[in-house]
């Protein structure tokens, strides 16, 4: 199989973002980066494929320099090929990125084949647009389904599988295809130290591409005020006992 | 939310395993009416101590490092919360299995249960090692693992208990102070937080990685800096996950790439010291929110650690495969000298510093500084070597923090020799001779800021002269000439010319100044204007805080001379003890003042000849006034009649200004009569030491007093001073159990028949059967001093000894390099003239 799958770098998950003074940017002093979440179980998933059924996966992303480290990250859990569209590091609106990821995809289709999948991530975990695979697919006249939580191959088909509030949907689609994963489709494994050391090897190729901005820009960032919550202990031992049945009494539950 | 408290007697910042433990420790002193604040969540705060690896190697060449790390790793046991994994330190080159030599010394000296081990042994111990690239390990089965997280909430609570209240996620936003009372130093007044202000009698800023940020609100300084370790923990791994235990195989310190690898349950931390220095601005550091995982847990920078991890697979292969589950850049507190930053500090009473700690020592510091601030000394061990006072201001600025803890970041697991001189931050301070000196090649040492020649290359001749030859085997030979002998035997055959511009000089003066310098000193002040004093400064407990010369210089003047290394801390407690009436000023005129040691049996003769007087029948300690003829000049100078390397001649005292001109006419003039310029490798060592002279930090430490170091006098001046009290009491109760004494080495050939040189690094000071010597105190016999004593064609060492073993002629022995050399005890006072002739002249 020939799998591509597109990343992006975004701030590791668990720090508080905060935005620069002018609301243009977010401010990356203490910021780690990483794959964005269902992006890396994206990696994961085509890892696993590639596993089960050979082939290779070749990862994808666009951004500044900066992120070939993500490539290499993906490279030190299996991936084979990195590939980076280099930008200046500003924001892409998802029509500028998605027509951007297209003509590399289209270059890379050129000269190395096909690609039977492609996998994109639900949506970023920073700018969460929820749009660029399904504009690169659509680009490409590739079917594809979101929100996928599970994959199979069954010869020429791809079946993907997603949850909904009343189960299961399940999509086959005929390769060439993509899809959208989810977080929760697997658990990506971390990367092992000789596959570390492995990922340095990685040679990223660039490409070059560009395209005119889409009709989404980016007037201002702002961070949303956090709920506030406190905890109150209410003792510890035995002693704490008449606090808890004031509070379930508060509840009503007693 | 509990608002804090308005006001409290002691105020202590940082709940990590300093903060925590030191409320404990106060709580068992007495202390009762404490606060302890975080500025995060309790019991993790988010400092080093939550991600710190927690282990304790016990052996270190420093005694204050090992002796308060011995005395935190027994109390971690005592609370339960450590367990003896044993650990490795593995070989990997031949220089290091030298150290290895070197670290069964100093356990010897310590006390330390410790082996050396061949590759297989190492295998035998820890089976997934890769024994083909080893050459030996270093084995301690105490090295143990502590739990300092559960270890600080027990101690919180010893506080609690005791009336201690602690507030987590409050912030401190400044600290204030107020003018007085003690002249020219401010006093702490209140800590302000986002909870409000307390007003504190004592403030202790405990936080780590934040330390000097926070003493900067008091426009004080805790000179460290936050800088990154390493760390990835990698797993799973079945042959740990088998061990069903946190820890159940010694950890191993892979000492020649700067790693360690240390089992946590089913995986291995592998932690780095090898990777470039990266160091932090206090402000860089994240908040609590802002942090993706703690505020001191910061993003991993994986081009840092990709050499380390390929070490770690040649040491591990089984590393190679386990996966990267947990990888930080981990900041601790590193400080420019790679000592702590403990006690008072200089610019505000009262502000206390328990800082720069790392989990390995905490509680023991911790027990350190709550003694400090309640007996006014720690007694647990002297700890000047990480005195927060120590530092001088060109010592405090951001610059020197960072270059000199960048310089020594990659030395944490590195052989550190210990006379090695740093790479960055030099010519600092120097004298007014430096250009000189350097056209004669000298060899530079710095002691803290200042440039001193340890010898000239430029009288490299001597070594002709004298027939000197270069010490035999490398390690002996390095921050080493033979030189130094030729010099130390010229001066004593014609003169030497020493800078002794480093020389720490403060003036007190005012109508209390004579009776404020009989407060500090155990020795009378109050003597005839012209009189030198060498006198101690004591602790309350007796025990040695200084050992300085002081010079009743007028009425209502005396004028205290003190060593380089002990400049700041003797200017703090100088002015700490002022009275507050406004009866004595302080000034420190280092800067004004320059001193050269002119001595050897010439001198009376050079120093005659820029003068109308025939000088050499003054008394010994007396302070004169001269005029030298220095070219087409005459300079006004004063002479004092002493010696620290035992000879006859002076300490001249001059203007900064003069210093050059001087310089010249004294070479000038001594040039037909053989005066060389001398390093301090006579000065410091072979001089001092042929006169069994002791020296502050070496054989003056606060453990011992004046008894002990023979430096009693026959009767106690009537006048008060600080220690009296124990001192007296000391003396009462007769002969001292210890005596400082003076050996000779018998032979110094090791078993491969080399010449081996001790460097008085605490080498142990063993029986002629080969026990360790220990006095009902614990306290151990080890070198103090050692070095040559050319005059008297033997190498001399120095150290305190059991009277019963104390005895001239009594043969011991010395284990360096972990081979034993046959030591005898030549007396308590000087080999070389004992009769001080000439001295007197």
């Known amino acids: 199989m020939r799998i591509c799958c597109c990343v992006k770098r975004v701030p590791a998950p668990g720090a508080r973002i905060n935005v620069t003074a002018d609301g243009q940017a977010v401010d990356v002093a203490h910021l780690g980066f990483a794959v964005s979440p269902h992006e890396e179980c994206g990696v994961e998933a085509a890892v696993q494929l590639t596993e089960a059924h050979g082939g290779e996966v070749t990862v994808l992303t666009l951004g500044a320099p900066e992120a070939a480290e993500q490539l290499r990250y993906a490279a030190s859990v299996g991936a084979h090929h990195g590939v980076l569209v280099p930008t200046d590091g500003s924001g892409w609106d998802p029509q500028r990125t998605a027509l951007a990821l297209t003509a590399a995809i289209r270059t890379l289709e050129e000269a190395g084949g096909p690609f039977d999948l492609l996998i994109f991530g639900n949506e970023s975990a920073d700018s969460g647009g929820f749009q660029v695979g399904i504009r690169v697919a659509v680009a490409l006249g590739r079917p594809m389904v979101g929100g996928i939580k599970g994959i199979e191959i069954d010869g020429p088909t791809v079946r993907a599988r997603r949850e909904t509030d009343a189960g299961f949907e399940v999509y086959e689609l005929p390769m060439p295809a993509a899809v959208g994963v989810k977080e929760g489709i697997n658990l990506p494994r971390y990367p092992t130290m000789r596959g570390r050391l492995a990922s340095k090897r990685l040679e990223v190729a660039e490409l070059a591409g560009d395209a005119l901005p889409g009709g989404q820009a980016m007037r201002r960032l702002h961070r949303p005020a956090e709920a506030a919550s406190e905890t109150v202990i209410l003792g510890t031992g035995p002693g704490a006992a008449p606090s808890v049945v004031d509070v379930l009494a508060d509840l009503g539950v007693l | 939310m509990s608002e804090v408290p308005a006001e409290a007697r002691c105020v202590v910042i940082g709940a990590g395993i300093v903060g925590n433990c030191l409320v404990g420790h106060l709580a068992k002193l007495g202390w009762d009416d404490l606060v302890l604040l975080d500025k995060g969540p309790l019991p993790n705060p988010g400092g080093s101590t939550g991600h710190a690896s927690n282990f304790i190697f016990p052996v270190d060449h420093s005694k204050e490092m090992c002796l308060l790390g011995a005395q935190s790793a027994d109390q971690y046991r005592h609370l339960g919360l450590s367990?003896?994994?044993?650990?490795?330190?593995?070989?990997?080159?031949?220089?290091?299995?030298?150290?290895?030599?070197?670290?069964?010394?100093?356990?010897?000296?310590?006390?330390?249960?410790?082996?050396?081990?061949?590759?297989?042994?190492?295998?035998?111990?820890?089976?997934?090692?890769?024994?083909?690239?080893?050459?030996?390990?270093?084995?301690?089965?105490?090295?143990?693992?502590?739990?300092s997280l559960e270890t600080g909430t027990r101690m919180r609570r010893i506080a609690s208990e005791a009336g201690c209240r602690v507030f987590a996620n409050t912030e401190v936003r400044d600290i204030t102070t107020r003018d007085g009372p003690l002249p020219g130093v401010r006093t702490v007044e209140a800590v302000v937080t986002d909870k409000g202000t307390i007003r504190a009698e004592y403030v202790v800023i405990a936080c780590g990685v934040w330390s000097n940020r926070v003493a900067n609100m008091a426009d004080a300084y805790i000179p460290l800096v936050p800088a990154v370790h390493q760390m990835a923990d990698v797993g799973p791994i079945d042959v740990l996950a088998a061990t069903n235990n946190e820890i159940g195989y010694p950890i191993v310190r892979d000492m020649d790439t700067f790693c360690y690898e240390r089992q946590s349950a089913g995986s291995m931390e592998v932690g780095s010291y090898a990777h470039r220095p990266i160091l932090h601005h206090p402000d860089d550091i994240p908040s609590n929110d802002e942090a993706a995982l703690s505020p001191t847990e910061m993003p991993f920078t994986p081009d840092d650690f990709d050499q380390q991890m390929e070490e770690a697979i040649e040491l591990m292969d089984m590393l190679g495969d386990a996966e990267i589950r947990y990888a930080i850049n981990g900041l601790l507190s590193l400080t420019p000298d790679a000592m702590p930053c403990l006690g008072e500090v200089p610019e505000v009473r009262n502000l206390w510093s328990a800082a720069a700690v790392w989990v390995k020592e905490g509680p023991g510091m911790a027990q350190a500084v709550a003694e400090w601030m309640t007996y006014g000394y720690p007694r647990v061990i002297d700890t000047h070597g990480a005195d927060v006072a120590r530092f001088y201001p060109e010592e405090r600025s951001d610059t020197h923090i960072w270059a000199r803890s960048a310089e020594h970041f990659n030395k944490t697991y590195g052989i550190v020799h210990p006379f090695e001189q740093w790479e960055s931050r030099r010519d600092l301070q120097v004298s007014p001779y430096f250009s000189r000196q350097q056209a004669l090649d000298a060899e530079f040492f710095q002691a803290r800021t200042w440039e001193r020649p340890q010898w000239f290359a430029s009288n490299a001749d001597l070594t002709e002269r004298y027939g000197l030859q270069d010490r035999e085997v490398e390690w002996d030979a390095r921050w080493w000439s033979p030189i130094t002998v030729g010099e130390h035997l010229n001066l004593r055959e014609n003169c030497g010319l020493v800078d002794l511009s480093a020389f720490q000089i403060f003036e007190l003066s005012g109508p209390g100044a004579v009776a404020y310098a009989d407060r500090l000193a155990v020795n009378r002040i109050d003597v005839p204007t012209g009189r030198a004093v060498y006198t101690p400064w004591l602790t309350p407990d007796g025990g040695f805080r200084a050992d300085l010369t002081m010079i009743r210089t007028g009425h209502e003047t005396v004028r205290i001379v003190t060593g380089v290394f002990d400049g700041g801390r003797d200017e703090f407690w100088a002015r700490r003890h002022m009275p507050t009436d406004g009866s004595v000023r302080f000034a420190n005129i280092t800067e004004q003042v320059t001193t050269l040691g002119l001595w050897g049996p010439n001198a009376p003769e050079v120093l005659s000849a820029l003068s109308d007087h025939r000088w050499g029948d003054a008394p010994y300690g007396s302070l004169t006034p001269v005029s030298l003829r220095c070219g087409d000049r005459t300079i006004e100078a004063e002479l004092l009649r002493i010696s620290y390397v035992g000879d006859t001649g002076w300490e001249i005292y001059a203007a900064w200004d003069d210093g050059p001109r001087l310089w010249d006419a004294l070479m000038a003039t001594g040039a037909d009569l053989g005066l060389r310029p001398t390093g301090g490798g006579v000065y410091g060592t072979s001089g001092r030491l042929e006169k069994g002279y002791r020296l502050m930090g070496a054989e003056l430490e606060s453990e011992y007093n004046p008894l002990e170091a023979g430096l009693a006098r026959p009767r106690l001046k009537a006048a008060d001073f600080i220690g009296k009290e124990a001192y007296a009491a000391a003396r009462a109760a007769g002969p001292s159990e210890v005596q400082m004494c003076v050996l000779t080495v018998e032979d110094h050939s090791d078993r491969a028949g080399r010449k081996r040189y001790m460097q008085g690094g605490n080498e142990p000071i063993l029986t002629a059967d080969g026990k360790r010597i220990t006095d009902s105190h614990g306290r151990v016999s080890r070198v103090t001093s050692a070095g040559p004593g050319p005059s008297v064609d033997r190498y001399l060492l120095m150290g305190y000894l059991p009277r019963e073993l104390a005895g001239p002629g009594s043969e011991l022995q010395v284990m360096y390099m972990n081979e034993l050399f046959p030591v005898r005890v030549a007396g308590t006072g000087a080999v070389f003239d004992p009769e001080d002739r000439r001295l007197r002249g």
């Open chain 2, 83 to 147: 367990v003896d994994s044993g650990g490795i330190e593995v070989a990997r080159t031949p220089e290091r299995m030298d150290e290895f030599q070197r670290r069964m010394t100093s356990a010897t000296a310590w006390g330390i249960e410790a082996r050396l081990l061949s590759p297989a042994e190492v295998g035998e111990l820890v089976p997934y090692i890769n024994t083909a690239v080893i050459l030996g390990g270093f084995y301690c089965p105490t090295v143990s693992v502590v739990d």
